[in-house]
């Protein structure tokens, strides 16, 4: 099985930056694509954005041009810089990885357990 686990949420003011990281692990075969996805409350689970093993990227609409996302292929880690935060940017943030295990081949989708970002002064 592959695991995913994320690190860098907090609570941070208007304006200001944050880093996200997620780090696969278990038996892995292969990494396809990891992302960021982000749920405010009471909303529902929305992309911000992805990057694939050959680093094309996708980003919301409502991230392009604050948000970056960046992969490294060796640690099987993604990151999320976020900058230009706004207080409507405040989700629980999930990690995302379309990968296949060792045990099967095929590949699968899966999530880690979240990170939850502020943004507020």
């Known amino acids: 099985q592959v695991q995913l686990a994320e690190s860098g949420g907090g609570l941070v003011q208007p304006g200001g930056s944050l880093r996200l990281s997620c780090a696969a692990s278990?038996?892995?075969?292969?990494?396809?694509?990891m992302g960021w996805y982000r749920q405010a409350p009471g909303k529902q689970r929305d992309l911000v954005a992805t990057?694939?093993?050959?680093?094309?990227?996708i980003y919301a609409d409502s991230v392009k041009g604050r948000f970056t996302i960046s992969r490294d292929n060796a640690k099987n880690t993604v990151y999320l810089q976020m900058n230009s935060l706004k207080p409507e940017d405040t989700a629980d943030y999930y990690c995302?990885?379309?990968?296949?295990?060792?045990?099967?081949?095929?590949?699968?989708?899966?999530w880690g357990q979240g990170t939850q970002v502020t943004v507020s002064s």
């Open positions: 990057i694939t093993s050959g680093d094309r990227t």
């Open positions: 278990g038996s892995i075969f292969s990494i396809n694509v």
């Open positions: 995302y990885a379309h990968a296949a295990p060792y045990t099967d081949v095929r590949l699968y989708d899966y």
